[in-house]
């Protein structure tokens, strides 16, 4: 270790002289000094999560050596921390709904302050250019970009009016197809402002369906220490993980005396010594899916970057340097990356292990066969008029949250496991950590603080078992963070697929039998192998009517790295291929895209058949006395809006298509119609307990993981709406094991629909003892005639009693008693939303380049609880489906290593080259949801990819049925058309 | 490990030249990403940052002499846009604004990586690489600078002090493709530089070579087939466009790797240069 040196810089104004080391980057300095609003992102200054102002100028601290700092001033956001107020910047970003996760916030307020230092009303494209090296993968810089435009017009001193959504006329009687106008244009307006057609069903609210600002905005605009690595327990050390270089191996023999015999080494952990307990990590309900196909540390490994060790030292140099020391002997096996290769004699066996059970087929690595039917599909084919076959491959992408996976676990005073961890599931996890950490589930506790993107990947037990091993064996708090190579090649990823599509058609366009076939690419653990392709499924064969349907998978062991959740589970692969398909059968049969799968969509009515023979709840045919049916949909005003707003005419026009001036330039349109699920019926479960405080507030205790989501905003104003309070009175505390009510955990759309019914009934509960209390005091007879608003409780008289002197009466005066309500609930229904998807795209026919200049969604999720949350999931949802549809891939070596680990190669959009995006909420009333909702959070992410590809198609001519349209396929596509 | 920070040219040369194993850090936006990675494990650094005279830049004349550590956004922002909008173009595509903010041409020339965005440029303007040690200064030209992926003729004492180049005297084009708009690593790239006072054509490639590569033949018959006037310059057979693009990519012997084959490399090459040469001589 080299001796420290001094650096001397102003930071934030005030003179410092620090010891640092030399090779230690400014970043890291200056976490160590408390300015938590410098993140990590990677080690490679790609994501800017640790921007900050050098000598004014933005710039990645990461790839700055502290010691350059020496005689300059670095500025970070804790800087406008002065107050309690936020400076006029954070609360643009705040007002808007700019911060989802708020990993990024600090950079891009700070950014924004340099720019508006040069120029005070800046550009479009200059404050774009400004975000361009701040990677967000939550709200597509939509909202950011507002945020900005707004903070400069506030510091102009030009005053704002509340950001609000554009309230618009419907096109449609709710049920019958509009008839498409040109002459009709959409309204003007930024593409930042939702567009929301309300429902005449929906009763007036004050604080459901308000474009409340989030309830961790401030704490996220000003940096404050909220995410897991922004507290460090004393005496913690610094753990590293040793991954696999090889596909497939067997591990012959590990020797660690080296690494711990090296100085500051406490803990290296192997499969040597650390005790072979089988568990499967995906993040679900007991009794987790089979096969239980994973131990903490194994005899093999299965994928480059598989779990080989980990390291506990006292400093992240020393844990990789002793990462270094460990010897391993490897005896190299074959591997296999192609799921239809896997399955084919010959392909290496994967799980060759005696313990595993309830593998469908080891020898063939088919992990699970998935099989459901409705009617006769064969029957039905041979006899249709005509049968359409197609093929469709989609490949593997990653969640890429800008904070990687960190768990950091110490035990406590009573001997308790603590793990405090960036997770979706800090219930789940809890629950499947213990028996491999030899605990019982009550001596541990998850702590779930603010999490910086999880989009499925953190729906695991990924690293809780590794910190809890090595908290166990050093008795010291241990921390694990992923690198952004290990978020690659260790972490989670998207199932690739092959999808086979047979489709039998009647005379009239109406479709008499679907067949799908999926080959279902689980790499080399079965993870959410089973559920994934399920949902595949269900997704695949649920929106449109048809009589015989069947659906057939199988899901397959390869040695790539680990598919998991990733939002969307299963759909987006799907419903690419179906949206493709059904585009090519109408073209083919000749008849309007949209016309012919209007024939066929489901409506208002139609029955959901195929959905309860699959799944972890599975019911066998004749179960099942009634199937669930469409209860609510917008589907004909979320199509109208949207062809509106994209203006569909231009497919038509010629000279829009083929623009004279840029001959080598094709335009066209695409659509894709969507449709999601909202929560697992009779599965997912959240509680919520809220209790009220001297002054008429309440604190809310939920189970539900808010991921940046604004899921503890939305539960709180569904709880304020109830209890007839502000949003500010209700007081979120959100996942702590110890301390809420359980919850599933943030995945499958379920939060606002399950959690948030739990939320409106817990407050329920409280309000039943709020207006009784109240009727004591107005001496009124009937409680049930007492009504609460404004946070007051009325009898009919009209007189009334504060919410206040309510909870002082039941705390202090007569007969006391804590006014509280718990409650929970699984929903039998699973309301599904539906969303028109329209993507403009511009093909460049010489080098196949692809560019998509705006993107609308108009989406059908019930009531909107929040609809500047919702149209930010919105927008996140379209830039992560327009990523896996335009850009993203993995690349691999011959030998199965990812060769793209970083967000250079591994392309993720960024703001300066994000399309327009526009999104409409329309309105309907689900009466099984709180106050009227259903999910949003999902749907965004199936209908891009379909839509961008028939859109190609519409441009071009050219059919391209593999992802993504890189260049190169495109061109190729375009040479063999 | 140790740092120093230097602030002369001279201070710098004698500390390289006692420790030629040192680290140079300019901006540190590539260094400093391989000594994260710990793939650069250096025992000394030695920081420009207070080296002010080779932060600067002038315009003499007919020549651009660009000090090595003037960051990209300088580059862009500056007179040097309109006397090298080459090199502005392929500054505005690097990276973002915090890289562009730090990085500097000296530094994307010394790292010497295929896809150096500013490499392709220079050596189409035939730039010459000023080059002190404590034995003195040398000039080598760009394209004799770099000699294999990541592989430069520096030696370990030796500091690269500025660029020189050619003012403007007509039109300089930078095109990249890759899958997006914008992107950190390109497929292939090309610099086409038109000298209307010589009336010669320069045209460079990026990321389809170990070094960076002249297009000799192409260069010529584009030269020949130009319509030299004193108002602009004209082709008037497109045919000569195509053949050009052609020629380009023939002068390339790009490879299959995981961003792209060989062939569409090649392809790309020659819609490239025949858009540049268009784009120069439309406008
Ligand atoms: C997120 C990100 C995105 C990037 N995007 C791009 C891009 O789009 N296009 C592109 O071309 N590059 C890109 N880069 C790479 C890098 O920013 C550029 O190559 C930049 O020009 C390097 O300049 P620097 O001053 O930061 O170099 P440094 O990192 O300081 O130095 C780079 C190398 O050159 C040596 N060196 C530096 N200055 C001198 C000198 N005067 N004399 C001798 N040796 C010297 C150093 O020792 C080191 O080996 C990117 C980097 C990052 C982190
Ligand atoms: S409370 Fe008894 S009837 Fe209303």
């Given at each position: 270790m080299s001796a420290k040196i001094e650096v001397s810089f102003q930071l934030n104004g005030k003179q410092r002289e620090l010891q640092v080391?030399?090779?230690?980057n400014l970043r890291d300095v200056l976490r160590g000094e408390?300015?938590?609003?410098?993140?990590?992102?990677?080690?490679?200054?790609?994501?800017?999560?640790?921007a900050v102002l050098f000598d004014g100028k933005l710039a990645s601290s990461d790839v700055i050596l502290a010691a350059q700092a020496d005689g300059h001033s670095i500025t970070t956001v804790e800087s406008l921390n002065t107050e309690r107020e936020l400076h006029p910047i954070q609360a643009a970003f705040a007002a808007v709904g700019a911060l989802q996760s708020g990993y990024s916030a600090g950079a891009m307020v700070l950014g924004t302050m340099a720019l508006l230092e040069q120029t005070s009303d800046p550009s479009e494209s200059e404050i774009r250019d400004m975000l361009g090296g701040i990677l967000d993968r939550e709200t597509a810089y939509v909202k950011p970009v507002e945020a900005v435009k707004r903070a400069a017009a506030v510091l102009r001193g030009e005053t704002v009016t509340g950001f609000e959504p554009m309230i618009l006329t419907p096109l449609t009687d709710g049920k019958n197809a509009a008839i498409y106008d040109a002459k009709n244009k959409p309204p003007p307006g930024s593409g930042a402002v939702p567009r929301l057609i309300p429902s005449r069903d929906v009763p007036e609210m004050a604080v459901v369906g308000k474009p409340e600002v989030k309830v961790d905005a401030v704490r996220l605009a000003k940096g404050n220490p909220a995410f897991t690595d922004d507290i460090e327990p004393r005496a913690m050390l610094y753990c590293r993980l040793l991954t696999s270089p090889h596909a497939h191996a067997n591990i012959v023999d590990i020797d660690d005396t080296a690494a711990l015999a090296l100085e500051g080494v406490h803990a290296v952990l192997h499969h040597k010594n650390v005790a072979r307990i089988k568990y499967a990590s995906g993040g679900q309900s007991w009794p987790n899916p089979h096969p239980h196909d994973q131990v903490s540390f194994d005899t093999k490994v299965r994928h480059v970057g598989d779990r080989v060790a980990a390291v506990a030292a006292d400093t992240i140099e020393i844990a990789e340097e002793a990462v270094r020391l460990i010897k391993v002997e490897y005896e190299v096996l074959p591997a296999v990356f192609d799921e239809r290769e896997a399955m084919l004699p010959g392909a290496p066996k994967i799980h060759d292990e005696v313990?595993?059970?309830?593998?469908?087929d080891a020898d063939k690595n088919i992990v699970h066969e998935i099989k459901a039917q409705r009617g006769d599909v064969e029957k039905a084919l041979a006899s249709a008029p005509h049968v359409f076959e197609q093929t469709f491959r989609v490949h593997q992408v990653q969640q890429c949250p800008i904070e990687p996976h960190i768990s950091i676990a110490w035990i406590d005073e009573d001997e308790r496991m603590v793990i405090r961890t960036a997770t979706q599931v800090p219930f789940h996890a809890r629950r499947m950590v213990a028996p491999l950490l030899e605990m019982d589930i009550k001596d541990i506790r998850i702590i779930k603080p603010r999490i910086g993107g999880g989009f499925g990947a953190k729906q695991e037990m990924l690293l809780e078992d590794i910190v809890g091993h090595l908290a166990k064996a050093t008795r010291r708090p241990c921390r694990l963070e992923l690198t952004r190579e290990e978020e690659f090649a260790s972490s989670r990823t998207r199932h690739p697929q092959t999808i086979t599509y047979r489709t039998g058609v009647d005379d009239d366009g109406k479709l008499v039998a679907q067949d799908m076939y999926v080959i279902g690419n689980t790499g080399p653990y079965g993870t959410h192998g089973y559920t994934v392709q399920t949902v595949s499924g269900m997704r695949g064969l649920s929106q449109y009517n048809c009589p015989n349907k069947r659906f057939h998978c199988d899901v397959v062991y390869t040695n790539i790295p680990v598919p998991g959740a990733y939002r969307g589970y299963g759909a987006p692969q799907a419903e690419f291929a179906l949206e493709a398909h059904l585009e090519d059968i109408a073209i083919e049969l000749g008849y309007d895209v949209i016309e012919f799968k209007r024939k066929n969509w489901v409506t208002a009515g139609s029955v959901i058949d195929i959905a309860p023979h699959l799944g972890e709840r599975a019911v066998v045919d004749g179960e099942l006395d009634e199937y669930p049916i469409v209860m609510t949909e917008g589907i004909e005003e979320c199509v109208a809006q949207a062809m509106r707003e994209i203006g569909w005419h231009r497919r038509d026009d010629a000279a829009w298509r083929e623009p004279a001036d840029r001959p080598h330039i094709r335009r066209g349109l695409g659509f894709a119609f969507c449709m999601h699920g909202t929560a697992i019926p009779f599965l997912d479960m959240g509680g919520c307990s809220i209790k009220l405080n001297d002054d008429g507030s309440f604190n809310m205790l939920v189970g539900a993981t808010d991921l940046g989501t604004g899921a503890d905003t939305v539960l709180g104003q569904i709880a304020a709406e109830v209890l007839g309070v502000r949003l500010e009175d209700i007081k979120v505390y959100s996942s702590d094991t110890d301390m809420t009510p359980f919850d599933t955990g943030a995945y499958a759309s379920s939060t606002t629909y399950i959690s948030g019914t739990a939320a409106m009934r817990a407050a329920e509960v409280a309000r039943t003892r709020i207006k009784e209390r109240a009727a004591m005091l107005l001496d009124v007879e009937q409680p049930c005639t007492i009504e609460l608003r404004d946070r007051r409780a009325y009898a009919p008289d009209g007189s009334s009693v504060s919410m206040e002197d309510i909870a002082l009466d039941s705390l202090?005066?007569?007969?006391?008693?804590?006014?509280m309500g718990t409650a929970s609930y699984v929903s039998p229904d699973c309301p599904p939303p539906f969303a028109a998807q329209l993507v403009e795209v511009e093909v460049d026919i010489e080098t196949g380049q692809v560019t998509v200049p705006k993107m609308v969604m108009a989406v059908d999720c019930g009531v909107a609880i929040n609809p500047i949350t919702a149209s930010g999931q919105v927008e996140g949802g379209m830039l992560q489906a327009l990523g896996y549809a335009h850009c993203e891939e993995f690349a691999y070596d011959d030998a199965g290593k990812m060769l793209n680990t970083s967000f250079g190669p591994y392309k993720i959009y960024r703001a300066d080259e994000m399309p327009e995006t526009v999104v409409y909420l329309v309105q309907t009333m689900e009466d099984s949801g709180p106050f009227g909702a259903k999910a949003v959070a999902e749907i965004p992410k199936d209908g891009v990819a379909p839509a961008l590809r028939n859109a190609i198609l519409n441009a071009t001519g050219a059919a391209i049925n593999d992802l993504p349209f890189t260049p190169e396929r495109v061109w190729a596509a375009l040479n063999d058309k | 490990m140790t740092v120093s920070m230097p602030s002369s040219v001279d201070e710098t040369l004698r500390l390289l030249s006692d420790d030629p194993a040192a680290t140079i850090l300019a901006g540190g936006t590539d260094a400093m990403v391989e000594i994260n990675y710990e793939h650069r494990r250096p025992a000394s650094v030695v920081s420009l940052r207070r080296v002010n005279e080779l932060a600067t830049w002038s315009i003499d004349g007919g020549t651009v002499r660009l000090g090595a550590t003037v960051p990209y956004v300088e580059i862009m922002n500056s007179e040097l846009a309109a006397a090298s909008p080459g090199l502005a173009q392929a500054s505005r595509t690097v990276g973002s604004s915090q890289i562009r903010n730090t990085g500097t041409v000296g530094g994307n020339l010394a790292t010497g990586s295929p896809a150096g965005d500013t490499i392709p440029v220079l050596a189409a303007l035939d730039a010459i690489v000023e080059i002190a040690s404590v034995r003195g200064i040398r000039e080598v030209a760009v394209v004799d600078l770099i000699v294999g992926v990541k592989r430069t003729v520096l030696e370990p004492d030796e500091l690269i002090v500025a660029i020189r180049f050619p003012v403007a005297s007509g039109p300089q084009e930078f095109l990249k493709i890759g899958p997006r708009n914008a992107m950190v690593i390109s497929v292939a790239s090309c610099a086409l530089v038109i000298n209307q006072a010589e009336r010669s054509v320069a045209c460079a490639l990026g990321s389809v070579s170990p070094a960076p590569l002249r297009c000799g033949d192409a260069e010529e018959f584009a030269a020949a087939n130009i319509d030299w006037t004193s108002d602009g310059i004209r082709i008037t057979d497109p045919r000569t466009l195509e053949t050009f693009g052609s020629m380009v990519a023939d002068a390339a012997s790009p490879i299959d790797d995981h961003r792209s084959t060989a062939a569409y490399r090649k392809h790309g090459i020659a819609v490239m240069a025949r858009r540049a040469l268009t784009r120069a001589t439309t406008s």
């Open positions: 080391l030399p090779s230690a408390g300015m938590f609003s410098v993140k990590f992102g990677s080690a490679s200054g790609e994501t800017g999560a640790a313990d595993t059970e309830e593998i469908f202090h005066t007569q007969e006391q008693e804590q006014i | -």
